[in-house]
């Protein structure tokens, strides 16, 4: 199955979205306003933005990992938390967060587990997640005994193993190099394309965001907000002619412009950046 | 066959330093034949150990009922740490205050409350001497399980929420699976405290088929011999206690750095 | 409509006031004196106070006046003489047989300290030193010391040597591994940054690797005061040292039938003994580790 497969109904959808976070010294600090956002189902969405436009806050407000101070969540068409309870979607993060102590088979199994399945159809299943990302010789390795980037794969066969709706992707090559990268890339495409799944991509990189997406949502940071949505009408299936095409290096030129044209105001913030990495440690607790 | 030969080239100098300080102590022993009254050679430790094993000094027997009263207070102390540290990590305002008195109270020497547990629990008991053992054993436990229930990956945590996971399921799967390292190195440390523990309540007072009393009595009737081949045991003791719960950690977390053969240091 | 806005936890390690820290160890002193005093209700021996005489209405048999005494009647034969007719209350006795113990601790723990950190210096220079011998320093620690303690003293004498060996002995242990770890510590990137100014290993050795080594230094001299006072208490056992805490010890566990709070009070000093080392290395690792994130963990 090649080609758009784009259809209007909206799969996430963000109205009127605001998120504050308080700071410790008792400010309060805008991370996004006026959020409104569709995607439809079966698309390929980029987000992209400078640190602290609050890309990643998004794609949480989306997972019901974080909740807005205002403004309407709905994922899969239900409320956004009863969408995470229904395990409408799968996670892939920066780092691969593997749990040490599982091999491969066993971290792809963990989602499963948690729902009780019954043992047959649950290994049949796992099989099957390590055909797709390509690794189904390495079931019985430990974490440490695989590279970045098969470490990667196997969170993405973690995350689809419930067959979720969407797929919310933080940055998931962000830590490999430019050449596993593209491989990867490569990878996720053929994934998107065999699944049907709607992913939803953080990333920093341009170059990255135009190859993979249908769309590339444009942010900017203080407060964080929508600038532009980029179209990429580059054709279907995407290879190494892609990332040579005129048409990839004028889309890419589009979305650095669009995204140079949102600073505006100064330069780019950090604060919210930091923010969000104390959120995300402050869950220890 | 190659892999033990491998093993064999890696422990070579250790090897070596073991069988030459033998050899250079059992000569120096014979050879100038110093202080050989208090530090005899290994070749009549050898003879006393086999003389004494079952008779005289009773050192079987005796080995016997030390680590009984260490493994019980190894096994009460372990048990006590681990249902101290489930109760706290469930509580994080518990855990600021146990936190910073287990520290404190850490810091007391507990040897000093050996005469004091053998008042209460009978000097003749064994479990005045499991007492002390299961109360030196029971803060590295208590203290590790607790850090390895609660240093937990944020993103360890905020996987299980994406999939919509219990407190139950984050508690099984990731806070024990965590925490089990940390247990194994409590363990470790536990198993030298509990035969300190029970050795350090046994010479308090005690039956006296036990190795702490074989050793202050033998030492007190000036037989040395038998003093050091009662220490030897002891150490044996300690080495296999201690090489028993290396061996646990091989089966039960093969994918551990300390266990993947990185440098333990 | 609008939610508040989310919290955000500091960043760092949450910052505890000194007085809270201080409120924390009041509200376990007073609730160990509560517990202990509770535990008298049911230890069956009457309380009797000046005429006054209460009888409590269980017996359980290990917490009456011989198993736990009375706070106060501690507290009363603390302040009192240490024996009869004398001008010294044993409080003020004991502390002086802490000191004497703490002096012979902290040779054996400076001793220890240094021994230890030479060690660590040569097996991470040399490998063929560290597979040597590490397994030996590893296995010496699965032995109980305190069998050892009486040969020790027979072998040095009866004096303050063979305490101060023994306090060596199980200091130099932690210190040993812990040393390992922090000199291998440094980024790889920035050995060969100093490798890169051709730095000799001397150079590299205390310009890196040492003071990246400081945080592991301190966590196990914080085990090793303790442990230090451990081996001269039992130290002081079998050699029959009389001017230290651990002749007091076993002194008044001889007595106890006649007076025990007299061996609690001994114990209550060690404890205090013990404490206050441990306090003071962790005031001199606030000083020098003062700024460096790793000196905030406990």
Not at chain 1, 117 to 127: G, K, L, N, P, W
Request: glycine share 8%; proline share 6%; aromatic share 8%.
């Amino acid at each position: 199955m090649t080609g758009e497969r784009v259809t209007d109904v909206p799969v996430v959808s963000l109205a009127g979205v605001d998120k504050d976070f308080a700071l410790p010294g008792g400010a309060t600090m805008t991370a996004l306003t006026g959020i409104d956002l569709d995607l439809r189902r079966g698309e390929f969405v980029s987000l992209i933005g400078p640190s602290g436009c609050g890309k990643s806050t998004l794609l949480r407000l989306i997972g019901d990992l974080t909740q807005p101070s205002a403004g309407v969540v709905t994922v899969n068409g239900k409320p956004a938390p009863q969408a995470r309870l229904d395990r409408d979607y799968g996670m892939v993060f920066q780092a691969p967060v593997l749990f040490d102590w599982r091999t491969v088979e066993e971290n792809v199994r963990l989602p499963l587990e948690l729902t009780g399945q019954e043992r047959t159809a649950r290994d049949a299943r796992v099989a099957e997640m390590l055909e797709l990302v390509e690794l189904p010789d390495f079931a019985r390795h430990y974490p440490y005994q695989l590279s970045g980037g098969m470490q990667q794969r196997v969170a993405i066969a973690r995350a689809l193993t419930f067959s979720p709706a969407i797929l919310l992707m933080d940055e998931p090559f962000g830590a490999l190099d430019e050449m596993t990268r593209e491989r990867m890339n490569s990878e996720v495409l053929r994934i998107w394309e065999q699944t049907g799944i709607t992913v939803v991509f953080v990333t920093h990189s341009i170059p990255e965001a135009v190859f993979l997406s249908s769309r590339v949502v444009v942010m900017s940071a203080r407060p964080g907000r929508i600038t532009r949505i980029v179209e990429v009408d580059l054709p279907r299936p995407r290879g190494v002619e892609t990332r040579e095409s005129r048409r990839y290096f004028e889309m890419v030129t589009q979305v650095r412009e669009a995204l140079r044209s949102g600073e505006g105001s100064g330069t780019s913030d950090d604060s919210l950046a930091s923010i969000e990495r104390a959120e995300a440690e402050g869950l220890t607790g | 066959m190659k892999r033990a030969f491998a093993i064999l080239r890696h422990n070579a100098p250790a090897i070596i330093v073991l069988v030459g300080g033998i050899a250079l102590w059992e000569a120096v022993i014979r050879g100038l034949a110093i202080r050989a009254f208090i530090l005899p050679a290994p070749s009549s430790i050898a003879r006393a150990l086999g003389e004494n094993w079952t008779t005289g000094y009773q050192i079987l027997p005796a080995a016997q009922a030390t680590l009984q009263e260490a493994g019980g207070g190894l096994i009460a102390g372990a048990l006590l740490g681990l249902a101290v540290a489930f109760a706290v990590a469930r509580y994080p305002s518990a855990r600021d205050i146990v936190l910073p008195v287990g520290i404190a109270v850490n810091a007391i020497p507990i040897v000093a409350f050996a005469p004091l547990a053998n008042q209460w629990f009978g000097s003749q008991s064994v479990y005045s001497k499991m007492a002390i053992s299961a109360a030196l054993v029971f803060f590295p436990i208590m203290i590790n399980v607790l850090r390895g229930l609660t240093s937990v990956n944020a993103s360890s945590l905020e996987l299980m929420r994406s999939y919509a996971g219990s407190e139950m399921a984050v508690l099984t799967k990731v806070r024990i699976p965590n925490a089990l390292p940390f247990f194994l190195t409590g363990l470790k440390i536990g198993t030298t405290l509990s035969l300190i523990g029970a050795v350090v309540g046994e010479y308090f007072g005690g039956l006296n088929v036990a190795l702490g009393r074989v050793v202050v009595e033998s030492a007190s009737t000036l037989s040395f011999e038998v003093t050091w081949a009662a220490i030897a045991v002891v150490s044996a003791v300690g080495i296999v206690m201690y090489l028993a719960v290396l061996a646990a950690e091989r089966v039960l977390i093969p994918w551990h750095p300390s266990v993947r053969g990185e440098r333990v240091a | 409509m609008r939610r508040s806005p989310e919290v955000i936890p500091a960043a760092g390690p949450p910052v505890r006031s000194r007085l809270g820290r201080a409120r924390i160890y009041l509200l376990f002193v007073v609730g160990l004196l509560v517990v202990w005093e509770a535990a008298k209700f049911i230890g069956g021996d009457p309380w009797r106070y000046f005429g006054w005489e209460w009888r409590p209405p269980l017996k359980f048999n290990v917490l009456n006046d011989q198993g736990l005494p009375h706070v106060w009647d501690i507290v009363g034969t603390m302040i009192g003489p240490y024996r009869r007719n004398a001008d010294q209350s044993l409080f003020v006795y004991l502390l002086l047989k802490a000191l004497y113990t703490w002096r012979e601790a902290a040779i054996g723990f400076v001793l220890g300290g240094a021994l230890g950190m030479a060690l660590a210096a040569a097996f991470v220079h040399s490998q063929l030193l560290e597979r040597a011998f590490v397994p030996y320093v590893v296995a010496s620690q699965t032995i109980p010391i305190v069998a050892l303690a009486p040969m020790i003293v027979f072998f040095f004498g009866n004096n303050v040597l063979s305490v101060v060996i023994i306090a060596t002995y199980l200091t130099f242990f932690p210190v040993t591994i812990a040393m390992i770890r922090g000199l291998r510590s440094p980024d790889p990137r920035a050995l060969e940054l100093m490798r890169s100014f051709a730095a000799s290993r001397r150079t590299i050795l205390w310009k890196l690797r040492l003071p990246a080594s400081l945080p592991y230094l301190f966590t196990a001299l914080k085990i090793t005061a303790t442990a230090s006072i451990v081996g001269a208490i039992i130290g002081e056992g079998p050699g029959a040292i009389q001017g230290g805490l651990g002749w007091s010890i076993i002194e008044f566990n001889q007595q106890y039938i006649t007076n025990p709070s007299k061996l609690w009070g001994a114990i209550f000093v060690a404890a205090l003994l013990g404490v206050s080392f441990y306090s003071l290395v962790r005031l001199v690792e606030l000083r020098v580790l003062r700024g460096r994130p790793e000196a905030s963990a406990g």
